[in-house]
């Protein structure tokens, strides 16, 4: 039999191929632009920012909750520099809305 080459092209073994390239990762943000949202969310309301009304229950508000963080989680939107931001405030706003007595002040 004929001597076989192990880098032919019919075989893997031994053959080490280019690795693909891994996406570019975004550039890391100014100083200034981590934890600020664009100046429209910055002005809503808790309720306006989970898409409520005053008379929501909190079924309501658990429900818009649960609704704005998967939207917004940060592991799921890697390329928009708000999402943390966007994230936390959805629990700030839950939390408030949640409890009775956050809710009354």
């Given at each position: 039999g004929a001597p076989t080459d192990e880098s032919a092209e019919g075989s893997s073994k031994g053959v080490k191929r280019p690795r693909e390239e891994e996406p570019q990762q975004e550039p890391e943000k100014p100083v200034e632009q981590i934890g600020t949202l664009p100046e429209k969310e910055q002005n809503m309301t808790h309720y306006e920012y989970l898409g409520l009304t005053p008379e929501a229950t909190k079924a309501d508000v658990k429900k818009a909750y649960y609704r704005h963080s998967k939207n917004f989680h940060p592991d799921k939107n890697?390329?928009?520099p708000y999402a943390n931001?966007?994230?936390?405030?959805?629990?700030?706003?839950?939390?408030t809305l949640y409890d009775d007595n956050k809710r009354k002040q």
């Open positions: 890697r390329l928009d931001v966007r994230f936390h405030r959805g629990q700030k706003a839950y939390e």
